[in-house]
């Protein structure tokens, strides 16, 4: 069975440009995850979504982090306009059900904003 | 809020040898303990979980004990390979109980560098 899928696997951009994200959870899993791993802060949970619907965004660390689940099966993180401190790995991790405790995580996305 | 102390937060050993990693947090209501292995350009993966109710879990080598009263729990691996090396991080969940629903946000530690010799 295929995993939690994550796109692109790197991106590279200036800071100012906007960036876009995308996870693809585990068939079947109602609870996508967006977190972020940095050295100073570790990993640390940006937005959950529940059946499509956000229920807690209160770790998006600003307004130019933004955080879309149009469907089941695609998500997306947007970080507009990006600045150098966005740099960091992005995980997008999946629960079967809001029941359920087990999340599963993607490989990754690393960012670099120069 | 939840938080979560790892540690050591390197560790090395001698291929064959036992490896213990400790984690303390501090919200009694968490119920929901698992640990994550993170090899280089990977993403975390699952590898062992317990919940409030239980003290101890084992899966193979690995196993996790949890004391609820002193707060902290802990992952053992016995008869450690040189595949074993890799960040291992802990995390505690408190349920949302607001919600009715399992939910609770991931805290993790700041993870453990474990290094297995051959």
């Known amino acids: 069975d295929a995993g939690v899928i994550q796109s692109p696997r790197h991106e590279v951009t200036e800071m100012g440009q906007e960036v876009t994200l995308r996870c693809k959870p585990i068939?079947?899993?109602?609870?996508l995850f967006w977190y972020r791993q940095t050295m100073m802060r570790g990993l640390e949970l940006l937005i959950y979504?529940?059946?499509?619907?956000?229920?807690?965004d209160s770790g998006m660390p600003e307004d130019r982090f933004s955080a879309k689940m149009p469907n089941a099966s695609f998500s997306t993180l947007k970080i507009q306009p990006s600045e150098p401190r966005d740099s960091a790995v992005y995980f997008c991790?999946?629960?079967?059900?809001?029941?359920?405790?087990?999340?599963?995580f993607g490989p990754g996305t690393r960012l670099t904003v120069t | 809020g939840e938080n979560v102390e790892q540690h050591p937060s390197t560790l090395s050993v001698q291929e064959g040898d036992s490896a213990v990693i400790k984690c303390t947090y501090s919200?009694?209501?968490?119920?929901?303990f698992p640990w994550y292995k993170q090899e280089l350009g990977k993403g975390p993966q699952l590898i062992i979980d317990i919940r409030s109710n239980v003290g101890e879990k084992k899966d193979q080598r690995i196993a996790v004990t949890l004391n609820k009263t002193a707060k902290h729990f802990s992952l053992h691996i016995t008869e450690t390979q040189p595949e074993d090396s890799a960040v291992y991080f802990c995390a505690a969940s408190t349920p949302d109980g607001s919600r009715g629903t399992s939910y609770g946000k991931l805290t993790f530690g700041q993870g453990t560098i474990l290094t297995v010799h051959p």
């Open positions: 919200d009694s209501a968490s119920n929901y």
């Open positions: 991790a999946s629960r079967l059900n809001r029941y359920t405790y087990e999340q599963y």
């Open positions: 068939s079947g899993h109602n609870s």
């Open positions: 979504f529940n059946n499509n619907v956000p229920i807690d």
